[in-house]
C-alpha cells in the first residue's frame, strides 16, 4: 500500500525566505505526483503536476521536482511572502494499470507560515 | 465558471437518517472522487469514477455509497450515517487525457455532523 510521508509537518518562516518541503513515497510505480494548497476551511487547489516521466515543473515562485526512483518530491518556494501562508498538500497516484488510476493518497501536509 | 460544486456546503443529521451529498462539475471530466478529511488523518479517498457507470473504491469506503449516472454528476450516498462519518468532505474531477490528465480540480467541501 503506497504511504505518502510530508517532512516538516509544520514551518514557519520570515518573509522572503526560500524554502523546501518535502514529499516522500513508499511505492516508485507512480503515474503521477500533484502538490496542493489548502487555505482554512477552504478546498485544495492545485499548484503543480508533474507526470511520472517529467523531473520537475515551475510555475512562478514555485518549482516541483520528481525523482521516482528514490521516492522523493521537493517543492521549492522562492521569495516567500505571507500570502504564502497555508497548508501544502502533496498527493500521489498509482501505476497498477487499469482503473488503479484511479487511486490517490495524499501525505499529511506541510503547515507554513511566512511571518512578515 | 469551470467549477466543482457541492452541496449542501454545511449538515447537521442524526444517526440512521440517510443522506446525499450532492457534487457536480461543468469541465466535460470523465473522472470524480470523494475524499474526507479529518484531523490528524489528512484526506483519504472513499470512492472514484472513471467515466459513467465505472466506480471503483478507494481507501475507505465503508458506510458509503455512489453513483455516476450522468458525467457531470457523482452524488456520495450515506445510507445509515454513524457519528464516525462526521468529517469535511471533498469531490474532486479532472480530465483522463492530455498533459493535465489526472490534475484535480477540488470543490469547496462540504462539513457533516452526525449526532
Known amino acids: 500500500k503506497q504511504e505518502v510521508t510530508q517532512i516538516p509537518a509544520a514551518l514557519s518562516v520570515p518573509e522572503g525566505e526560500n524554502l523546501v518541503l518535502n514529499c516522500s513515497f513508499t511505492?516508485?510505480?507512480?503515474?503521477?505526483l500533484q502538490w496542493f494548497r489548502q487555505d482554512p476551511g477552504k478546498g485544495l487547489t492545485s499548484l503543480l503536476l508533474?507526470?511520472?516521466?517529467?523531473r520537475e515543473q515551475t510555475s512562478g515562485r514555485l518549482n516541483a521536482s520528481l525523482d521516482k526512483s528514490s521516492g522523493r518530491s521537493t517543492l521549492y518556494i522562492a521569495a516567500s511572502q505571507p500570502g504564502d501562508s497555508a497548508t501544502y498538500l502533496c498527493?500521489?497516484?498509482?501505476?497498477?494499470?487499469?482503473?488503479?488510476?484511479?487511486?490517490?493518497?495524499f501525505g499529511q501536509g506541510t503547515i507554513l507560515t511566512v511571518h512578515p | 465558471e469551470a467549477q466543482v460544486t457541492q452541496n449542501p456546503r454545511y449538515l447537521i443529521t442524526v444517526t440512521g437518517k440517510k443522506l446525499t451529498v450532492t457534487c457536480s462539475q461543468n469541465?466535460?471530466?470523465?473522472?470524480m472522487s470523494w475524499y474526507r478529511q479529518d484531523p490528524g488523518l489528512g484526506l483519504r479517498q472513499i470512492y472514484y469514477?472513471?467515466?459513467?457507470?465505472?466506480?471503483d473504491k478507494g481507501d475507505v469506503p465503508e458506510g458509503y455509497k455512489v453513483s455516476r449516472k450522468e458525467k457531470r454528476n457523482f452524488p456520495l450516498i450515506l445510507e445509515s450515517p454513524s457519528p464516525n462519518q462526521t468529517s469535511l468532505y471533498f469531490c474532486?474531477?479532472?480530465?483522463?487525457?492530455?498533459?493535465?490528465?489526472?490534475?484535480?480540480?477540488f470543490g469547496p467541501g462540504t462539513r457533516l455532523t452526525v449526532t
Open positions: 474532486a474531477s479532472s480530465p483522463l487525457a492530455g498533459g493535465l490528465s489526472y490534475e484535480q480540480y
Open positions: 511505492d516508485s510505480a507512480i503515474y503521477n
Open positions: 508533474i507526470q511520472s516521466s517529467q
Open positions: 498527493a500521489v497516484r498509482v501505476d497498477a494499470g487499469g482503473t488503479s488510476y484511479g487511486k490517490l493518497t
Open positions: 469541465m466535460n471530466h470523465e473522472y
Open positions: 469514477s472513471m467515466n459513467v457507470e465505472v466506480t
